[in-house]
């Protein structure tokens, strides 16, 4: 049987990928100007997790 739709292995992968892609950005944007803290780090995974979310990904218990 074959999908043209990825599979949820590439979704994972694709999504990590731009999420990579997303915090490599911010991490040089962070650190270029304002020194980097717990916080703002939590508040990233969050982003990344809602990221999951919009894609209809489930965490399965696997929060960042």
């Given at each position: 049987y074959y999908s043209s739709e990825p599979t949820n292995d590439k979704k994972v992968k694709q999504l990590i990928v731009d999420m990579e892609k997303v915090l490599v950005v911010w991490i040089e944007y962070q650190t270029g100007y304002i020194p980097?803290?717990?916080?703002?780090?939590?508040?990233?995974?969050?982003?990344?997790?809602?990221?999951?979310?919009?894609?209809?990904?489930?965490?399965?218990?696997?929060?960042?």
């Open positions: 980097l803290s717990q916080n703002l780090i939590q508040n990233q995974a969050k982003l990344f997790n809602s990221a999951k979310a919009e894609r209809g990904e489930e965490t399965a218990g696997e929060k960042f």
